[in-house]
């Protein structure tokens, strides 16, 4: 299994990235999947996750600016970050698990690498 996390880069405040991450060597479809974000020194934090059937969850601080969906035809995973702030400056990563909870509990079947983001202010 892979996941191709890619889309990352700098942009100035108030920018926009889309992420996206390309699965392979799995039934994307039966998996859910989500974001995660990591900064140095700070744990990892899930901020976005949408189940199989494209139920989209968000933690607070991205909701309204965030948009995490799916494409099951291209085995693909996005989120749209608008709206970026320079606290949104991490590595962020994809993740893949086949329950939800899972990822939920931050221990998915399959982690993509990392993609760097930063937001300039």
């Known amino acids: 299994v892979q996941l191709q996390a890619s889309g990352g880069g700098s942009v100035q405040a108030g920018g926009s990235l889309r992420l996206s991450c390309a699965a392979s060597?799995?039934?994307?479809?039966?998996?859910?999947m989500g974001w995660f974000r990591q900064t140095p020194g700070k744990e990892r934090e899930l901020i976005a996750h949408?189940?199989?059937?494209?139920?989209?969850y968000y933690t607070d601080s991205v909701k309204g600016r965030f948009t995490i969906s799916r494409d099951n035809a291209r085995n693909t995973v996005y989120l749209q970050m608008n709206s970026l702030k320079p606290e949104d400056t991490a590595v962020y990563y994809c993740?893949?698990?086949?329950?939800?909870?899972?990822?939920?509990?931050?221990?998915?079947?399959?982690w993509g690498q990392g993609t760097q983001v930063t937001v300039s202010s």
């Open positions: 993740a893949a698990d086949y329950d939800i909870l899972g990822i939920r509990r931050h221990q998915p079947d399959y």
């Open positions: 060597g799995l039934t994307f479809s039966s998996y859910g």
């Open positions: 949408i189940t199989r059937n494209a139920v989209a």
